[in-house]
């Protein structure tokens, strides 16, 4: 579609369609929205929808952004959780890893056998189990030989 060829009347009864749109649950409208009549709203000269349509653009805008902020946090949360939700969020996905389920009981019966640790026992380093004195040797290797030492 070659907006070039609208008139302006056409232009917003479009974007406002696109804006109204977002609202059942498509915040793809809103980012298609915002691509396509960014220019017009912002970059061509004054004409009198202009402000109808740039109100439009900048409501598509937040609500893109609002809906990018809650899907990368469902995902994130999701993705952290995952396995700690057993069945519930196996309901809740699609596609479900080959092996989840099973590794889950393993791990379950491995946390019957193993006893609780005592309250005196000193809390395990996760850094220090990740990171090895290798690693800290090729930092220092990487770190010399681009000259950082002179």
Partial sequence: MNLERMPNE???????????????????????????????????????????????????????????????????????????????ADYLSFTIPLGMRERERERERERERTPDPSPHSAPRNHVASCFSFKHFGLVFLFLKHSGCFR
């Avoid at 917003?12 to 369609?17: G, P, Q, T």
């Avoid at 709203?41 to 004409?47: D, L, Q, R, S």
């Avoid at 109100?55 to 809906?67: D, E, M, N, Q």
């Fill in 10 to 88: 056409d232009k917003l009864n479009l974007c406002r369609k696109y804006y109204l749109g977002g609202f059942a649950l498509l915040p793809f409208l809103w980012l298609v929205n915002v691509v396509w009549f960014f220019r017009e709203a912002f970059m061509k000269p004054v004409y009198t929808e202009q402000a109808l349509l740039k109100t439009y653009v900048k409501r598509s805008a937040l609500g893109l952004l609002f809906w990018v902020v809650v899907l990368t946090t469902w995902i994130t949360i999701f993705q952290h959780f995952r396995a700690e939700w057993g069945e519930v």
